[in-house]
């Protein structure tokens, strides 16, 4: 069976599963059924008409006047959820009055997610949100400090499209924020007037939250920039973001500590709520979403226990055992992982949550908590990587490799200097001298031995005799032992890793038709990769060496390429291998205008990318280090990185003066490459 049919048969099993929750539609979904489930002329075709039928049928709505603007951009969905909206109604407009954006003041960001009123005077939001701006404090709870004094918060149950009035009300204090592996679950008390306007009636929470077709998530969505289908996204939200919007769906599954939904959501969700349309409850507190597979949020009435332990002062605290203790674990339920040693004693809160566990023994059924198809933009990747298995050639084969060439642009641009950790630099033997530059076809490595994986990999890109060259299989350097690189542990299909580039393989691909494959073939060494999420590269990421290439082609220029991880003692370890959380890559090229050198440095974090069930707050991706790739000075990356990047720091557009607080660069958060700037 071909990778498409493949495809095409867990799309169909998917579209399987979730007709079987969504068993009444509407009076209109037998009259669209014959049209939406036509069939394809191609396997291409069907693909796309198969994922456009989901996407259909989770439209993203406007909320305005504390009501759902019934506005659909597809008859199909406006027939399947126009009515049962309408009817719905007076349930939303409650619901909506409920559900506010959680702003801070005097803090690095404007704001970080939803939450929603619970009780009279609490507000409840995720765990992971309360983090960005409150914190543990003794035997309580507290405010983190801010620029000057404790970070204000205050929850706007506006923030509507077109309406520029806010309705904001002050978070007085941090309640209770449950630490992991507790439910993801904060709340704060909310001052009960501002500006002599009473706060809204709280929601209800339900009882026993059961699967319902009938469902919507309220909340603030703000982009997401790991979204691997971007212009999907922009169709859906109408590239309106960061203000209340309402998303109808349905509750697919509820397991003992959280319900599953398929309402569609983006990064600033967290906290939003999940509305039974029948009865106006609250189903659940959203936490995390992955994409085209499933989101998820902690149960109503477990949300309700934790808030009635909370109020009733029942909640205790206990030290927790050493994290030197403590072995490195795989973090579940939208928590980021955990490296042994990495964390100091702490105290955290204990509740005790009664639950029910029910057993079926029998023919096990469709659900989208039992399947989990894989993403079409992870299938196919790296080939299978859990069973590869990879080749070696000789070492006399790589005596020809010129590797990286200084002076390629014409000004002496050397290849980058390991300060901070020179004596980890990698050495072997070749013909009798000590080595410690990898030379392949255009490009050159330099390894960490205690890492397994690159410092850097250079390579020189000539635009006039770029080529194109078939992909070739994974292979070791045998000038390299092979316990010190790594082919598999951490490397395989989702949860695990793909094999991520530093040098693509298009790039060292130029010259003659034998020399552009010899340079596609060295650049599926494992010596040039290094462990990402299979959604890391976000768009604007690869946008950047796209942008590079193709203009390197399109002008017939030479560029020069350098591209690493950042190597931090806290990165985590996962599957045996310690996965660096964020990278960086300067290109160097001469100047179309000036006629000058000229290097600019871009940095891209994947830490919200490792936990795939985790759903960013909207602050993180603000932050020029998280979620989005930045433009930065050249000066950070040599600081953070350890590497000198001489003289390419004299020619950076963005000068060293722009740097912030240790560990962190101004940067210029890159939508678009034409945002980059190329002349200081």
């Given at each position: 069976?071909?990778s498409?049919?493949t495809?095409?048969e867990?799309?169909?099993q998917?579209n399987?599963?979730?007709?079987?929750v969504?068993?009444?539609?509407?009076?209109?979904?037998a009259?669209?059924?014959?049209e939406?489930f036509?069939?394809?002329?191609?396997?291409e075709?069907?693909?796309?008409?198969?994922?456009?039928?989901?996407?259909?049928?989770?439209?993203?709505?406007?909320?305005?006047?504390?009501?759902?603007?019934?506005?659909?951009?597809d008859?199909?969905?406006?027939?399947?959820?126009g009515?049962?909206?309408?009817?719905?109604?007076?349930h939303?407009?409650?619901?909506?009055?409920?559900?506010?954006?959680?702003?801070l003041?005097g803090g690095?960001l404007?704001?970080?997610?939803?939450?929603?009123?619970?009780?009279d005077?609490?507000?409840?939001?995720?765990?992971?949100?309360?983090r960005e701006?409150?914190?543990?404090?003794?035997a309580?709870?507290?405010?983190?400090?801010?620029?000057?004094?404790?970070?204000g918060?205050?929850?706007d149950?506006?923030q509507?499209s077109?309406?520029?009035?806010?309705r904001?009300?002050?978070l007085?204090?941090?309640?209770?924020?449950?630490?992991?592996?507790?439910?993801?679950?904060?709340?704060?008390?909310?001052?009960?007037k501002?500006?002599d306007?009473?706060?809204a009636?709280?929601?209800m929470?339900?009882?026993?939250?059961?699967?319902?077709?009938?469902?919507?998530?309220i909340?603030?969505?703000?982009?997401?920039?790991?979204?691997p289908?971007p212009?999907?996204m922009?169709?859906?939200?109408?590239r309106?973001?960061?203000?209340?919007?309402?998303?109808?769906?349905?509750v697919?599954?509820v397991?003992?500590?959280?319900?599953?939904?398929?309402?569609?959501?983006?990064?600033g969700?967290?906290?939003?709520?999940?509305?039974?349309l029948?009865?106006?409850e609250?189903?659940?507190?959203?936490?995390?979403?992955?994409?085209?597979?499933?989101?998820?949020?902690?149960?109503?009435?477990?949300?309700?226990?934790?808030l009635?332990?909370?109020r009733s002062g029942?909640?205790?605290?206990?030290?927790?055992?050493?994290?030197s203790?403590?072995?490195?674990v795989?973090?579940?339920?939208?928590?980021q992982s955990?490296?042994?040693?990495?964390?100091?004693?702490?105290?955290?809160?204990?509740?005790?949550?009664?639950?029910?566990?029910?057993?079926?023994?029998g023919?096990?059924?469709?659900s989208?908590?039992?399947?989990?198809?894989?993403?079409?933009w992870?299938?196919?990747?790296?080939?299978?990587?859990?069973?590869?298995?990879?080749?070696?050639?000789?070492v006399?084969?790589y005596r020809d490799?010129?590797?990286?060439?200084?002076?390629?642009l014409?000004?002496?641009v050397?290849?980058p200097?390991?300060?901070?950790?020179?004596?980890?630099v990698?050495?072997?033997?070749?013909?009798?001298?000590?080595?410690?530059?990898?030379?392949?076809e255009?490009?050159?490595?330099?390894?960490?031995?205690?890492?397994?994986?690159?410092?850097?990999?250079a390579?020189?890109?000539?635009?006039?005799?770029s080529r194109?060259?078939?992909?070739?299989p994974?292979?070791?350097?045998?000038?390299?032992?092979?316990t010190q690189?790594?082919?598999?542990?951490?490397?395989?299909?989702?949860?695990?890793?793909?094999?991520?580039?530093?040098?693509?393989?298009?790039?060292?691909?130029w010259?003659?038709e034998?020399?552009?494959?010899?340079?596609?073939?060295?650049?599926?060494h494992?010596t040039n990769?290094?462990?990402q999420?299979?959604?890391?590269?976000?768009?604007?990421?690869?946008?950047?060496?796209?942008?590079?290439?193709?203009?390197?082609?399109?002008?017939?220029?030479?560029?020069?390429?350098?591209?690493?991880?950042?190597f931090?003692?806290?990165?985590?370890?996962?599957?045996?291998?310690?996965?660096?959380?964020?990278?960086?890559?300067?290109?160097?090229?001469?100047?179309?205008?000036?006629?000058?050198?000229?290097?600019?440095?871009?940095?891209?974090?994947q830490?919200?990318?490792m936990?795939?069930?985790?759903?960013?707050?909207?602050?993180q991706?603000?932050?020029?280090?998280?979620?989005i790739?930045t433009?930065?000075?050249?000066?950070?990356?040599?600081?953070?990185?350890?590497?000198?990047?001489e003289?390419l720091?004299?020619?950076?557009?963005?000068?060293?003066e722009?740097?912030?607080?240790?560990?962190a660069?101004?940067?210029?958060?890159?939508?678009?490459?034409?945002?980059?700037?190329?002349?200081?």
């Open positions: 069976m071909s498409t049919e495809q095409l867990r799309l169909r998917w399987a599963a979730t007709a079987t969504e068993t009444e539609l509407g009076g209109q979904e009259e669209f059924a014959q939406a036509a069939p394809p002329a191609t396997e075709e069907a693909l796309a008409q198969e994922s456009i039928i989901m996407r259909r049928r989770r439209p993203v709505l406007a909320i305005k006047n504390d009501s759902a603007e019934l506005q659909f951009a008859e199909v969905d406006s027939a399947l959820w009515p049962r909206l309408l009817q719905a109604m007076p939303i407009e409650r619901a909506a009055r409920a559900v506010g954006r959680i702003d003041v690095p404007e704001w970080v997610g939803t939450g929603w009123l619970v009780a005077d609490v507000l409840v939001t995720n765990r992971h949100v309360a701006f409150a914190r543990r404090d003794g309580g709870f507290t405010f983190s400090p801010g620029g000057s004094g404790p970070i918060a205050f929850a149950f506006l509507e077109g309406n520029p009035a806010t904001r009300f002050e007085l204090r941090p309640l209770y924020i449950q630490e992991a592996p507790g439910p993801d679950v904060a709340f704060f008390e909310i001052a009960p501002s500006d306007v009473a706060l009636a709280p929601l929470l339900a009882g026993r939250p059961e699967a319902t077709e009938n469902a919507a998530v909340g603030y969505p703000a982009y997401d920039s790991r979204i289908e212009e999907l922009e169709r859906i939200y109408g309106v973001y960061n203000k209340k919007r309402l998303a109808p769906g349905a697919t599954d397991d003992p500590k959280r319900l599953l939904h398929n309402c569609t959501t983006l990064g969700n967290s906290g939003s709520v999940v509305l039974d029948d009865t106006g609250a189903l659940g507190l959203h936490y995390s979403g992955s994409f085209l597979t499933t989101n998820y949020a902690v149960r109503a009435d477990i949300v309700g226990q934790l009635d332990e909370v029942r909640t205790r605290a206990h030290r927790r055992e050493p994290a203790d403590r072995p490195s795989r973090a579940t339920d939208g928590e955990a490296t042994a040693g990495s964390r100091p004693s702490q105290v955290v809160g204990e509740v005790t949550i009664p639950l029910t566990i029910t057993v079926s023994v023919e096990a059924m469709p989208s908590r039992s399947y989990r198809p894989q993403p079409s992870q299938q196919g990747q790296d080939d299978a990587e859990d069973e590869v298995e990879g080749l070696e050639g000789r006399e084969d490799r010129g590797g990286y060439v200084a002076d390629f014409g000004p002496e050397p290849l200097k390991v300060r901070a950790n020179g004596s980890d990698l050495t072997f033997e070749l013909d009798g001298k000590t080595e410690h530059e990898l030379r392949y255009h490009f050159s490595v330099v390894m960490s031995r205690s890492r397994r994986m690159c410092f850097f990999s390579v020189n890109i000539s635009g006039r005799q194109k060259s078939k992909r070739g994974w292979r070791w350097d045998p000038r390299l032992p092979r690189q790594i082919m598999k542990e951490c490397y395989g299909n989702p949860p695990r890793f793909s094999r991520g580039h530093m040098t693509r393989r298009e790039d060292p691909s010259g003659d034998t020399t552009a494959d010899r340079g596609n073939q060295d650049s599926m494992v990769v290094a462990p999420m299979q959604a890391f590269n976000s768009p604007i990421w690869l946008a950047l060496e796209d942008y590079a290439l193709d203009n390197a082609r399109s002008d017939k220029m030479d560029i020069s390429v350098f591209t690493g991880p950042y931090r003692r806290d990165d985590p370890v996962m599957y045996g291998v310690q996965v660096p959380v964020a990278f960086w890559k300067i290109i160097a090229f001469i100047h179309e205008e000036t006629r000058q050198l000229c290097a600019t440095g871009y940095e891209l974090d830490r919200q990318s936990v795939p069930e985790e759903e960013f707050v909207f602050g991706f603000v932050s020029p280090q998280l979620g790739a433009q930065v000075p050249i000066a950070a990356i040599t600081r953070r990185s350890g590497l000198s990047f003289p720091a004299t020619h950076d557009p963005l000068s060293p722009q740097e912030l607080t240790e560990g660069a101004v940067g210029r958060r890159l939508m678009a490459t034409n945002q980059i700037r190329f002349i200081a």
